[in-house]
């Protein structure tokens, strides 16, 4: 294949949900725009599922990007039991910079244009360093990079925690945030992780452009706040939607024969991500709530296995396919899939900016989803979990004139 004389290196922080965005936008500037790329993954000792997906990639022939893993980091002595996760990533990404700043100088050709994930922006001041334009990629919402973008000023003009306030959060030109709804950085203002989070603000700013992974007739509101706003200066770029092709050599025979076999619009997908947990007790009735929903559910473990398939009441007349519905945390990663496969979807928000990405989606949009499973709650109980269940495969029929 003829490629350009142009050479993206793009920066990724450890995680499934940051590696995936970041592979899917290397592959398609490699084979839609003919770049050359090579991703600089930052790995962690415990990341079983990053290194599974990594190897997928490398046993895919040549129209993958040139991925580089660059070896994990011991932050032991600087963190406690206590530290929060926006922290400690932020710290690894720090203490990658020496090998980063190796790499990318040691590529041949040089990179003519760098891109770090949310959490490497730290890292611009080596793209400087060579003189590479430097792009921020967010695998999020152009709100939540309104709000990140805003935040500094938020923290001058906003006394005391922002959670004790009664009123929203304004952001110009956006959709103001409810205070309950704000990401996790800012649940604290006394944490270390808000700070953080300041930070990589102003260091958003400071990039050469910003690229999202949403598009214009998702978020046009947001995207126009964005553009035309002068305390927002970079140039921001709408991308998306990119979405995880299925992987063959990765998907579990004995599941999908399964699947197969399964009545049309039967099956809810249960997930929460790579990085979302529940309490024991919340899990015991989750479990309950699925069960007495008499819906068949497949629950993903989060540490790549699945608890199920399970079967419910049977049916003779079976159908191979399925997207019945779909329970989830409501990452981007995973509410990209809902929205672009058309699967209705229980959201269930747990951490980082999925409450945001729940109210886009219900109040934005306009989309049929059940949000009323809030994290808010210590514990939701069985019969609100089958409740929920029970309407969003209901729904599911309707969508597709099943019956």
Known sequence: METTN??????CSPGMGHLIPVLELGKRLLTNHSLQVTILVVTTPASSGQAHLLLLQTNTGSTQPNIIELPPVDISCLITPTTKV?????????????????????????PTIFVADHFGTESFEIAEELRIPKYTYVPSTAWFTALTLYCPVLDKEIVGQYVDRTDKLRIPGCRPVRPEDVVDPMLDRTDQQYYEYLRIGVEFSLSDGILLNTWED???????ALRGDEIFKP????????????????????????????PSKSVIFVSFGSGGTLSAEQITELAWGLELSQQRFIWVDPQGGNCGPHVGPTNENSDPSIGGGFLSHCGWNSTLESLTNGVPIVAWPLYAEQRMNAVVLTEELGVALRTEVLPTKKVVGRREVEKLVRSVMEEGMEMTGES
């Open 6 to 11: 142009l050479h993206a290196a793009m920066l």
């Open 86 to 110: 926006v922290t400690q990533l932020s710290i690894i990404m720090r203490e990658a910079r020496p090998a980063i700043r190796s790499a990318l100088s040691n590529m041949d050709p040089q």
């Open 218 to 224: 998702l978020e046009r509101k947001s995207l126009e």
């Open 235 to 262: 140039p921001v770029y709408a991308i998306g939607p990119f979405t995880k092709p299925v992987e063959q050599n990765g998907l579990n025979t004995e599941l999908l024969e399964w699947l197969e076999n399964q």
